[in-house]
């Protein structure tokens, strides 16, 4: 490992963490980017290059901040070679993989090779022939005071289910513990390729969500008698649609890929997360 990039929370404290790491990459003759606009706050030793820059010239990406910072950096890494560690700050996030204390010993299990990479699946949502891409989820979202989203799902090709809702969530594996789990959408590991559908606040009859494999073409047609709806990725907003507009759902596996050190399986950190040991559990030998 030659050069470590960093992508820093906008508003949280990073100087420890920055430190930690200039420290770090010193002993190792290691370089250090970060992005100008986030490191200008920051009198550090760090270059300060453009976020393009950053992706072209890093080995590794290193995300100080919570879930919304590690979106950021998976964007940047989208179709790029270099994985992404997730240095928590503060609160407890699905994607993290080390507290700050934990930092330089990651860092050196990572340039020993003693690490695994886990793919992360993206969508791109095609509007007007343009490719919007999210790593959580893409919304469709009903502007206050407006018509409800009204919208058909096509699967593999064929017409499957219409729903009406406040808005109707596509997410990837790794955006199903955020806003369609909101919507009482189900878990689902980052190891299985897939979308899920789900309708937020359904008025319709049929109210579940589906899952739809990669393979299976998935297509969105915003109904006649829908309001205009907002498509918001990764919780921004991203575009406009309205009635008679059709959006392809395109996923991209292993568009990312997120550092382990095997440390926490995905069950745990979503269990300690949600708080699952806090729920009734069954008595032991209870059938």
């Not at 008025?203 to 969105?220: E, M």
């Not at 829908?226 to 991203?238: K, Q, T």
């Given at each position: 490992?030659?050069?470590?990039?960093?992508?820093?929370?906008?508003?949280?404290?990073?100087?420890?963490?920055?430190?930690s790491?200039?420290?770090?990459?010193?002993r190792?003759?290691?370089?250090?980017?970060?992005?100008?606009?986030?490191?200008?706050?920051?009198?550090?030793?760090?270059?300060?290059?453009?976020?393009?820059?950053?992706?072209?010239?890093?080995?590794?990406?290193?995300?100080?901040?919570?879930?919304?910072?590690?979106?950021?950096?998976?964007?940047?890494?989208?179709?790029?070679?270099?994985?992404?560690?997730?240095?928590?700050?503060?609160?407890?996030g699905?994607?993290?993989?080390?507290?700050?204390?934990?930092?330089?010993?990651?860092?050196?299990?990572?340039?020993?090779?003693?690490?695994?990479?886990?793919?992360?699946?993206a969508?791109d949502?095609?509007?007007?022939?343009?490719?919007i891409?999210?790593f959580?989820?893409?919304?469709?979202?009903?502007?206050?005071?407006?018509k409800?989203?009204?919208?058909?799902?096509e699967?593999?090709?064929r017409?499957?289910?219409?729903?009406?809702?406040?808005?109707?969530?596509?997410?990837?594996?790794?955006?199903?513990?955020?806003?369609?789990?909101?919507?009482?959408?189900?878990i689902?590991?980052?190891?299985?390729?897939a979308?899920?559908?789900?309708?937020?606040?359904?008025?319709?009859?049929?109210?579940?969500?589906?899952?739809?494999?990669?393979?299976?073409?998935?297509?969105?047609?915003?109904?006649?008698?829908?309001?205009?709806?907002?498509?918001?990725?990764?919780?921004?907003?991203?575009?406009?649609?309205?009635?008679?507009?059709?959006?392809?759902?395109?996923?991209?596996?292993?568009?990312?890929?997120?550092?382990?050190?095997?440390?926490?399986?995905?069950?745990?950190?979503?269990?300690r997360?949600?708080?699952?040991?806090?729920s009734?559990e069954?008595?032991?030998?209870?059938?």
């Open positions: 490992m030659h050069v470590v990039g960093m992508v820093l929370h906008p508003e949280r404290d990073c100087s420890g963490a920055v430190g790491i200039l420290e770090w990459a010193a190792r003759d290691i370089q250090v980017l970060g992005i100008d606009t986030e490191i200008r706050k920051l009198a550090c030793a760090a270059e300060a290059v453009t976020a393009e820059e950053l992706r072209k010239r890093v080995d590794l990406m290193v995300s100080l901040g919570g879930d919304g910072t590690m979106l950021r950096a998976m964007r940047l890494a989208d179709r790029q070679a270099f994985p992404v560690l997730g240095v928590n700050l503060g609160k407890l699905f994607l993290a993989e080390v507290d700050v204390p934990d930092l330089a010993d990651a860092l050196s299990a990572i340039d020993n090779h003693e690490f695994t990479t886990e793919p992360r699946l969508v949502a095609i509007v007007a022939g343009k490719a891409t999210a959580n989820d893409v919304a469709f979202v009903r502007f206050p005071g407006q409800t989203a009204a919208v058909a799902v699967a593999a090709g017409p499957f289910v219409s729903y009406a809702a406040d808005a109707i969530v596509v997410a990837t594996p790794t955006g199903s513990t955020a806003y369609s789990f909101s919507a009482g959408g189900p689902v590991s980052p190891g299985v390729e979308l899920l559908v789900t309708p937020a606040a359904p008025h319709s009859a049929y109210n579940r969500g589906i899952v739809v494999a990669v393979d299976d073409q998935l297509t969105l047609n915003i109904l006649a008698s829908s309001g205009r709806l907002a498509v918001e990725a990764d919780g921004i907003l991203a575009a406009n649609v309205a009635p008679g507009d059709r959006i392809e759902l395109q996923p991209r596996p292993a568009a990312a890929r997120v550092v382990r050190l095997g440390h926490t399986t995905f069950y745990e950190r979503v269990r997360n949600l708080r699952l040991s806090d009734a069954i008595a032991v030998g209870w059938a």
